[in-house]
């Protein structure tokens, strides 16, 4: 097993359970804590590290010596691995979904500065990837790679989740609350959650009502499942979509609370809390911890201007 010491370069215990202080918690009896995972790294912010670091793990024991993962044009986990891999000392290549623009996102810059070699396949053949997984035809191209799901998604991404809630004292919550993508962070804290918990997602994207139906076979404890909730009613139609609400709940949350969001994950999560909050969901005497993972680094796709941070 290698040793954490040859992973770890950067600090988790730099994460704050951070207390919200708005008047409709106040109103209603309850409690909020957002922990900022946001603030443990600069590029590999969030969760990333977490889904991450079991991969890179599994990669260096096996010697592989190349790695290869998969996302869109402002992809958080792109940048992330191509900033993880250099620290690793593993080349890597990252399949990019969709023809190669005339100008590469400012995440994809970032993600070549670090080292990435970027490969472009078109949507089609991307959506081909994603269900043919290591059997794809652009992976025969790089034969004894590690390949890194899309979002580290994955049984090792889900080991990794589960550490995240050792960054604070969870007996404290009743309920604990994230955004859902790949669903894989979310796995990871159903798994670390004690008994009685409520573990909530948030879909950030269409397609993910039947995900709540596929937990119970997902989760080493499956007793959980009881104790796991999906909101789909806040994803503002669909992946990476938002509205001017979106934008304006943004710049205001942030003049309550300093703590900026994105408009891809965090900001429907905290949008969705405070709404059910505000619809009474939440008993009285709730103690809600909000997981804010990170994504920042999407905002680079917004006009200057827009948001206030």
Known sequence: MIPDDELI??????ATADPLKLPELGIHGISADA???DKIHPVVSGNKWFKLKEHLRIARADNCPHLVTFGGAWSNHLVAVAYAA??????????VRGE???HLSLTLQAASSY????QFISRAEY???TRDGANGGHLAEYPGSYIIPEGGAGPAGIKGSKEILSLVEKSRYSHILCAIGTGTTYLGLAEASLPGQCV???PVLKGLDGFLTEIGSRLTDPGKRDHCQINSGYHFGGYARKSQELLDFMNNFYRLTGIPTDFVYTAKLFYAALDMIGQGFFPSGSRILLLHSGGLQGNGSLAPGVLDF
């Open 200 to 202: 909530i997602g948030i």
């Open 35 to 37: 922990l900022r995972l």
């Open 86 to 95: 250099r620290e690793s000392n593993i080349p890597v290549t990252g399949i």
């Open 115 to 118: 080292g990435m070699r970027l």
């Open 9 to 14: 370069w950067i600090d988790p215990a730099l």
């Open 127 to 129: 959506a081909q990837k």
């Open 100 to 102: 190669r623009p005339r």
